[in-house]
C-alpha cells in the first residue's frame, strides 16, 4: 500500500487522489465501551477516518508513572477503528488545548515555579522526551507504514496561537521521528498572518482550523504555502459551553452547507467534534479572555452524534451533503442505547468534610500556603488552615490569588466565598481566645489555551488578615480519588457546610441515564467509584451524563459531594439530558 502523501495541491494513498472526510472523537472522553459504538456511528455518516488528541495528562498523571489501562487504552482505539474500517490521525502533541484540564499538560509541571511551557527549554524538554519515549513505542506499530490505520500525526497543537519559537517545534517533529514516525507529520493554526507565521513549520505540512469562511482561510494558507492541499484539521460545526453562559447551538442546515463548499471544492475536513463526550471527573479546562471561565462538565459540542450518542439532525444534514459527493451506501446504524428513568435516590448516608479530613488526607505543615502542585496534588481541592490570636478588631481577609474558589470558615462557621472572578475579601473581628482559619479551595480547572496557562490552582501567593501575612499553616490535600475510605452516619440532617452523601440504588436493566440535582448547588458526583463530574446549580448544563458501563445490575452507590447543603437530600436519575 501507498501511504497518504501530499503531491502538490492534493492528498495521496495507493496511487490515487484521496479527500480525507474525518470527525473527531476523543477516546479520553467517551467510556471504552462505547467506543465502537461512536466509532460506527462515523462510518455511517459517510466518513473515513477518524481523528484524535493524547492527553498527556490522562496517559502520566504522575511523574514517571503511566498509565495506558480503561479509558486510557489508545491501542485498543485505534484498533477498534481499524476494524470498523476508519484511517486514523492521532494528535499527541504535549500540548492539546481541546478544552481540556491544562490543555492536555501534566499539572506536574508547575511544580517547578521556574517551568517554561511550549518552548525550547531544556527542563521542559526533558519531561517531554520522556514521555514520547513511552507513548510513541505504543504508536509505532499502529502506524500506516507499519501495516497499522494511523496515517498522520501532528507535532503541536496551535502554536501560532501561542508562540514563535521554531526550534521548539523542530525539536518535537525530531522526537517523532527518530522514534520511527514515518507518516504524514502536519501542523494546524488558525487562518492568520501571525498564527501561520508562528506555528508552521519548514517541510511540514500545514493545515488551518475554522469554523465559517473557507474560502478566505484557505486563501490565507495559500498566501504561505503556495499549491499546497487545501485541508481543514478543525472544522467547528459546535461549540463548548461555561459555566453561567447559554447552551451553544449551531444551525445543522448552516454547518452542513458550510461543509458542503469544501466538499464540493475537494477540500480534506476533520469534523471538531463529530461527536464530543464527556469530561468525566476532574478534566475540565479553562479559558482566560477578559476573566477565568471553567468549561462545564458536558462536552456535547451541538455536533452530529451527542454527549450522550443519540443521532443527532446535524448527523443527517452531513451525511446528506457527503450522499451527493461520495458513494456511502445504505444508512446502517448500531442498536440504540436504551435511556433508562431509574426514579429518586434518596441519600440515606453523610459525613461533613471536616469529620472527613483525617480519613482521606494527610495533614502537611509549612510556614507558607503552598499551591496543590507543591503538594504533590493534580486536582480536587485543598483545605488550609491557620490559628489567628486575639483580640483584634474587625479587618478584611483576602487572598492574594485564589485559584479557583474559596469557601472561608472561621472556626469551622462559613462566612463566605472568596473566588478568582471577584477577587472580593471577608471581614470579621478576632475574640481574645482567637479563632481558625479555615479555606477550602477548588480548582476548578486549569486554563487550556492562550497566554495564561501557567495557572497554579489552590492559593498561589498569601492570606492576609488586615495588612499582615498569615503563617503556620497546615494544608489537607483532597484530590477526591480515595473516596471509598469515607465513614458514613446514618443521621441525614440539613447541612450547610461541605458534605458527602451517599445513597444506594437497584438496577435490573442496565442503560445510560442522567443525575438531576434539583435543590443541591456546587459540587461533584461519583457512581460505584467513577467520578462522572461537577455540577453547579448556575448551568447551563442541568443533568450529568451516566453511562451504563458504569452500573452493575443488582445495588448501586451514589456519592455526592456537596460544598453548600441541600434541603432536600435526594437526587434523580432521568432519561433526558438537560445541558441547557
Not at 508513572?65 to 484511517?87: D, H, S
Not at 517545534?169 to 527518530?178: E, G, P, S, V
Not at 514515518?182 to 505540512?205: A, I, K, R
Request: proline residues 6%.
Amino acid at each position: 500500500m501507498d501511504n497518504l502523501n501530499v503531491r502538490g495541491k492534493n492528498l495521496y494513498m495507493d496511487n490515487e487522489p484521496i479527500q480525507l472526510i474525518s470527525g473527531a472523537i476523543h477516546y479520553f472522553r467517551v467510556v471504552p465501551e462505547y467506543w465502537e459504538d461512536r466509532l460506527l456511528k462515523l462510518k455511517a455518516c459517510g466518513f473515513n477516518c477518524v481523528e484524535t488528541y493524547v492527553p498527556w495528562n490522562l496517559h502520566e498523571p504522575k511523574e514517571g508513572k503511566f498509565n495506558f489501562e480503561g479509558i486510557a487504552n489508545i491501542e485498543e482505539f485505534i484498533r477498534i477503528a481499524e476494524q470498523v474500517g476508519l484511517y486514523v490521525i492521532i494528535r499527541p502533541s504535549p500540548y492539546i488545548c481541546a478544552e481540556w484540564e491544562f490543555g492536555g499538560l501534566p499539572s506536574w509541571l508547575l511544580a517547578d515555579s521556574n517551568m517554561k511551557l511550549r518552548s525550547y527549554y531544556e527542563p521542559y524538554l526533558e519531561k517531554v522526551d520522556n514521555y514520547y519515549d513511552v507513548l510513541i513505542k505504543k504508536l509505532v506499530p499502529l502506524l500506516q507504514t507499519n501495516g497499522g490505520p494511523i496515517i498522520a500525526m501532528q507535532i503541536e497543537n496551535e502554536y501560532g496561537s501561542f508562540g514563535n519559537d521554531k526550534k521548539y517545534l523542530n525539536f518535537l517533529k525530531d522526537a517523532m521521528i527518530a522514534r520511527g514516525v514515518n507518516v504524514l507529520l502536519f501542523t494546524s493554526d488558525g487562518p492568520t498572518d501571525l498564527m501561520l507565521q508562528g506555528g508552521t513549520v519548514d517541510n511540514v505540512l500545514a493545515t488551518v482550523n475554522f469554523g465559517s469562511k473557507p474560502v478566505e482561510a484557505f486563501s490565507k494558507l495559500q498566501e504561505y504555502f503556495p499549491n499546497t492541499p487545501n485541508i481543514v484539521m478543525e472544522y467547528w460545526n459546535g461549540w463548548f459551553d461555561h459555566w453561567g453562559e447559554s447552551h451553544h447551538k449551531r444551525d445543522p442546515a448552516e454547518a452542513a452547507t458550510v461543509f458542503e463548499e469544501m466538499l464540493e471544492r475537494g477540500d480534506s475536513v476533520n469534523f471538531y467534534m463529530f461527536h464530543g463526550g464527556t469530561n468525566f471527573g476532574f478534566y475540565n479546562g479553562a479559558n482566560f479572555g477578559d476573566e477565568y471561565q471553567p468549561t462545564v462538565t458536558s462536552y456535547d459540542y451541538d455536533c452530529p452524534v451527542s454527549e450522550a450518542g443519540d443521532i443527532t439532525p446535524k448527523f443527517y444534514a452531513v451525511r446528506d451533503v457527503i450522499a451527493k459527493y461520495k458513494d456511502i451506501g445504505k444508512l446502517l446504524l448500531p442498536e440504540p442505547i436504551t435511556k433508562m428513568n431509574y426514579g429518586k435516590v434518596l441519600m440515606t448516608e453523610s459525613i461533613p468534610l471536616f469529620d472527613a479530613l483525617e480519613m482521606i488526607s494527610k495533614p502537611i505543615e509549612r510556614a507558607n500556603p503552598e499551591t496543590m502542585e507543591k503538594l504533590g496534588q493534580a486536582y480536587g481541592y485543598t483545605l488550609y488552615r491557620t490559628f489567628l490570636k486575639g483580640p483584634n478588631k474587625e479587618a478584611e481577609l483576602s487572598i492574594q490569588e485564589v485559584r479557583d474558589r474559596a469557601l472561608v470558615f472561621v472556626d469551622n462557621e462559613y462566612k463566605g466565598v472568596i473566588d478568582r472572578w471577584k477577587n472580593n475579601t471577608i471581614s470579621f473581628a478576632v475574640p481574645k481566645e482567637g479563632v481558625e482559619i479555615s479555606l477550602l479551595v477548588e480548582n476548578m480547572g486549569r486554563v487550556n489555551y492562550g497566554p495564561r496557562m501557567f495557572d497554579p490552582k489552590g492559593i498561589t501567593e498569601g492570606v492576609r488578615f488586615g495588612y499582615q501575612f498569615l503563617f503556620d499553616w497546615t494544608m489537607y490535600p483532597l484530590p477526591m480519588d480515595n473516596l471509598e475510605l469515607l465513614g458514613y452516619s446514618s443521621n441525614i440532617e440539613k447541612t450547610k457546610g461541605p458534605t458527602f452523601y451517599k445513597g444506594t440504588f437497584n438496577v435490573e436493566e442496565i442503560g445510560d441515564t442522567f443525575v438531576e440535582l434539583p435543590g443541591w448547588t456546587k459540587g461533584f458526583v461519583v457512581v460505584n467509584g467513577f467520578n462522572i463530574g461537577r455540577y453547579w446549580e448556575k448551568g447551563p448544563q442541568e443533568t450529568l451524563f451516566l453511562p451504563g458501563p458504569i452500573l452493575r445490575k443488582g445495588q448501586n452507590e451514589i456519592l455526592v459531594f456537596e460544598l453548600h447543603g441541600t434541603i432536600t437530600p435526594e437526587v434523580s436519575l432521568i432519561d433526558t439530558h438537560k445541558i441547557g
